[in-house]
């Protein structure tokens, strides 16, 4: 992005009118894509209890992936535990998102 002059706000700018970007960069630390598979369980599962809509939609797209979105652990099973009251840990230490240009 920086070879074609585009800023980091400009670069989120054209994420969020693509739909890209996390719902949870209104109200939470984490930022980054909402279909990133660096996320935490504890993201995926606010992910899955505040915008199921965006958890259904990554559900949706894991029968287009030969891999699993977690190791040894697809979104089949990943929605599975969640429906079926399980709620993985909050990691304690919140870690601030880096800028893509530092």
């Known amino acids: 992005m920086e070879d074609f002059g ?4 400009e670069a989120m700018e054209m994420c969020r009118q693509e739909d890209l970007l996390s719902p949870k960069y209104e109200n939470s630390f984490r930022a980054g894509c909402w279909f990133c598979i660096k996320q935490s369980m504890w993201d995926l599962y606010c992910l899955y209890k505040d915008y199921p809509k ?13 891999n699993p979105f977690k190791p040894n652990k697809d979104l089949y099973k990943i929605k599975k535990e969640f429906d079926s009251g399980k709620i993985p840990k909050n990691r304690s ?5 880096l800028s893509m240009f530092d």
């Open 93 to 97: 230490v919140k870690i601030q998102q």
């Open 54 to 66: 965006y958890f259904q939609m990554l559900v949706d797209m894991q029968k287009d992936s030969f």
């Open 6 to 9: 585009i800023t980091e706000l």
